[in-house]
């Protein structure tokens, strides 16, 4: 009995270890995404992110001197708070950190009653004070308010703004976020472009999937045919024309040019879905409700759009995914004068002007939406792709 | 005695027809009112469909024959002495302009480090890649009791953008030039005493390190279609199987692979089409220089950042021409699907 259980378990090892080791792989890189956009920026820079599950060596020698007073993360005393670069840029050697903890404090000693540290002690305390290391004690949302301003200053938002040390631009108030260069305003921007363009497409493939499915005229299934070929014409054969036809009707940078654009080219799946799901419901329905003297349109609002709600659920996944996520649309179309998140972000890639801190922190606040729809409606989404051709 | 061929055999046709869903039954006759009624249900998606869809592929095929702003014919920016197409210059440059022809060794290898050369490699490894790891990872899944988390894990790229999936894997290849490494991959390496690597930019193991993103993002997709098939099969032929002792691995090639073949044939033309209009990655990691350029990317490059319309245009055409084969073959299913139910 037990020994048919370990063996049964012996048997299962390898299928646990490469199922394991897989769903490592595949979490591991966003786990390190997410703990990075934590992390202060000093410590981003100077070690990996797997650091912050290394024992808290607390500096050593600066838990044993120093943190009774300034405390573990330097800022217990705010007119000698170790955090401040300025402070810290002082004493960049043991020789000078000794120096100064020689000296009196208001007539006190500095250590107090406390020895003094050895050389090679200071020399590490001077090298933890200066890595900034003080401060990756704890994980901090500062990158994530850098991120949602755009700020782009000495030090962090809000330090900067603390110490009245902000670019002109900036007014440290809740209008920062509005700032053209953050991921707040393209929040706003994401959310405005990707609702209507979720929206069109649903209401009009409801539209002709209904007549595909339920009603007759000449050329249905040529129409059909045709529609599922359109389905993989690739974007980048139709940006050029609609492009220069918006650069001619003063469209491009408009909301409304990228909402009929993403309406447009999400129609083929769209109607294909909302055709196959409409044609499985069944044909008493209609016809007992057109034996009642319903009209089409009748039909339409009372059976076809509450019935149809699982496909609409599918598709408006599907959709929403699809455009939030788009990152040619918005660069050809919105470019910068309306930027989304995913132009936002491909920006601060290419133009290297932000850390890791901010750009961890910006991906994690684009990827936030789509995750809690995604997980919390996974069901429908999985449908949706199983129920034929897939968009991609 | 069976043996799991005969099995296949005997399974395979049956099985291998998509159980047909019901849909499209004749239009009732009460309803075939008002000739005019089905064509307003259609007009709305028509109208931006031929305005979205159609007529810019026509006025792409038009463009791709013109100069670089669409004012003349492309044959008016030839120049004396060099190769000439005439109306077809652009193709010659989309077609040849990567190609050195001096020699074929030259040839050869200016080819797979060319957009064209890159995208066979993408398209060859990432489905590859995507297939094989959905497939595996949908088999072994179904025997352990956390299946839903580690399907739901496989499958949690799905919701990234690629910009974001870019963002997330540059930082595990990062390169740092001191002595401390914040990049994962690298940190793994200098810990085992090895010597970093600069991932995106040493030629030629970019190309790969972008791809194994792609599958990365896309392994999910395979797995939850795969895993959808494999629920499919019986499981009194893989019980019959397995009684007559076939082993496990038997079972899967001979047995679950032959059943879902049809699946897996839908799966790798979704992928590849995926593949070869895939831009955003490519895009945001390397930009498409140190040789990672990609057909999608290098037609985004003429287009938007050389701006040169009619250059642009061709590349978009070649694109088209290289999916044409996948849309002959999607309408085809879409007929066999129809003449089934």
Redesign the interface.
């Known amino acids: 009995m037990n020994r048919e259980r370990v063996n049964k378990l012996l048997n299962?090892l390898p299928?646990?270890v490469?199922?394991i080791f897989?769903?490592a792989?595949?979490?591991?890189?966003?786990v390190?995404?997410l703990i990075?956009s934590l992390r202060p920026p000093e410590a981003?820079?100077?070690?990996?992110?797997?650091t912050v599950f290394a024992p808290q060596n607390a500096g050593g020698p600066y838990a044993t001197y120093c943190a009774e007073c300034h405390g573990a993360d330097g800022r217990a005393l705010p007119q000698a708070d170790l955090t401040n670069p300025e402070l810290i840029a002082k004493y960049p050697r043991s020789l000078q950190l000794l120096a100064m903890l020689r000296k009196d404090i208001n007539g006190q000693p500095h250590m107090g009653d406390n020895p003094l540290p050895s050389a090679q002690e200071a020399a590490d305390i001077a090298a933890f004070l200066r890595e900034g290391e003080v401060k990756g004690a704890g994980l901090t949302f500062n990158n994530y308010v850098d991120a949602l301003v755009g700020y782009r200053g000495r030090s962090t938002y809000t330090a900067d703004c603390a110490a009245g040390t902000q670019p002109p631009d900036i007014k440290c108030n809740l209008q920062d976020i509005l700032n053209p260069r953050g991921m707040g305003r393209a929040f706003i921007n994401s959310l405005l472009v990707t609702l209507p363009a979720t929206f069109l497409p649903i209401?009009?493939?409801a539209?002709?999937g209904?007549?595909?499915?339920?009603?007759?005229?000449k050329g249905?299934?040529l129409?059909f045919?045709l529609?599922?070929?359109?389905?993989?014409?690739?974007?980048?054969?139709?940006?050029?024309?609609?492009s220069?036809f918006y650069a001619q009707v003063g469209l491009n940078g408009t909301f409304l040019g990228v909402w009929?654009?993403h309406?447009?080219?999400g129609?083929?799946y769209a109607?294909y879905l909302m055709?196959?799901f409409l044609?499985?419901l069944p044909?008493d329905l209609?016809?007992s409700a057109?034996?009642d003297g319903a009209s089409?349109w009748t039909a339409?609002r009372q059976l076809v759009i509450p019935l149809a709600m699982p496909a609409i659920a599918s598709l408006g996944i599907f959709q929403f995914?699809w455009v939030?996520?788009?990152?040619?649309v918005s660069?050809?179309f919105l470019g910068g004068t309306t930027p989304v998140m995913?132009y936002q972000?491909?920006n601060m890639?290419?133009s290297l002007g932000s850390g890791?801190q901010v750009?961890?922190a910006?991906?994690f606040l684009?990827?936030l939406l789509?995750?809690i729809?995604?997980?919390s409606l996974?069901r429908y989404?999985?449908r949706g792709?199983?129920a034929g051709?897939?968009k991609? | 005695m069976a043996t799991p061929q005969d099995i296949s055999k005997t399974v395979t046709p049956a099985a291998v027809r998509k159980r047909p869903?019901?849909?499209?039954?004749p239009?009732?006759e009460?309803?075939?009112?008002?000739?005019l009624?089905?064509?307003l249900?259609?007009l709305?998606?028509?109208i931006?469909?031929a305005?979205?869809?159609?007529?810019?592929?026509i006025?792409?095929i038009g463009?791709s024959f013109s100069n670089k702003d669409?004012t003349a014919s492309a044959a008016t920016t030839c120049r004396e002495g060099n190769p000439c197409w005439g109306v077809f210059e652009n193709y010659r440059y989309a077609l040849t302009a990567e190609f050195n022809t001096s020699s074929p060794q030259a040839l050869w290898s200016s080819f797979w480090s060319s957009s064209y050369g890159n995208t066979i490699k993408w398209i060859v490894v990432m489905v590859f890649g995507t297939v094989s790891?959905g497939l595996?990872?949908a088999v072994?899944?179904d025997?352990?009791k956390y299946e839903a988390?580690?399907k739901?894990?496989?499958?949690?790229?799905?919701?990234?953008?690629?910009?974001?999936a870019?963002?997330?894997?540059?930082?595990?290849y990062?390169y740092g030039t001191q002595q401390?490494?914040?990049?994962?991959l690298n940190?793994i390496i200098t810990s085992l005493g090895g010597k970093p690597v600069a991932w995106l930019s040493t030629i030629p193991i970019n190309t790969y390190a972008i791809i194994l993103v792609g599958i990365?993002i896309w392994s999910g997709?395979c797995m939850?279609?795969l895993a959808?098939a494999l629920k499919s099969v019986p499981d009194e032929i893989l019980e019959a199987a397995r009684v007559d002792g076939a082993t496990e691995w038997t079972v899967f090639w001979r047995i679950m692979v032959p059943i879902i073949l049809p699946t897996i044939t839908v799966v790798v033309t979704?992928m590849v089409?995926?593949v070869?209009?895939?831009?955003?990655l490519v895009?945001?990691m390397t930009?498409g220089n140190f040789q990672t350029d990609v057909i999608?990317n290098r037609?985004?490059t003429e287009?938007?950042k050389n701006f040169n319309?009619g250059r642009?245009?061709a590349?978009?055409?070649v694109?088209?021409v290289a999916?044409i084969p996948?849309?002959?073959y999607?309408?085809r299913r879409?007929?066999e699907q129809?003449a089934t139910r």
């Open positions: 299962q299928t646990h490469i199922i897989t769903m792989v595949w979490i591991i890189p966003t390190g995404l990075t981003v820079g100077n070690t990996g992110w797997w209401l009009f493939a539209f002709a209904y007549a595909f499915a339920w009603l007759d005229f249905r299934f129409l045919a529609l599922v070929g359109l389905q993989v014409v690739p974007l980048q054969m139709t940006l050029v024309p609609i220069r009929l654009f309406t447009g080219f129609m083929p109607i055709r196959n044609g499985t044909r209609f016809e057109y034996l089409h339409f995914l939030w996520n788009d990152l040619l660069l050809v995913t972000i491909s890639v290419t890791w750009l961890t910006a991906a684009s990827m789509p995750m729809v995604f997980f996974q989404f999985v792709m199983l051709a897939v991609g | 869903v019901k849909t499209s039954a239009v009732p009460i309803m075939k009112q008002g000739g009624v089905p064509w249900y259609l709305p998606a028509l931006v469909m305005f979205f869809i159609v007529y810019p592929m006025n792409t463009l669409g790891v595996g990872f072994l899944a025997r352990v988390l580690a739901a894990i496989l499958f949690m790229p799905m919701a990234i953008s690629f910009v974001g870019g963002v997330i894997w540059k930082f595990v990062d401390t490494q914040v990049g994962l940190a990365w997709f939850t279609i959808a979704t089409i995926n070869l209009k895939l831009f955003d895009y945001v930009g999608a037609m985004y287009m938007y319309v642009g245009t590349i978009a055409v694109l088209v999916i996948f849309i002959y999607n309408v879409f007929l129809e």
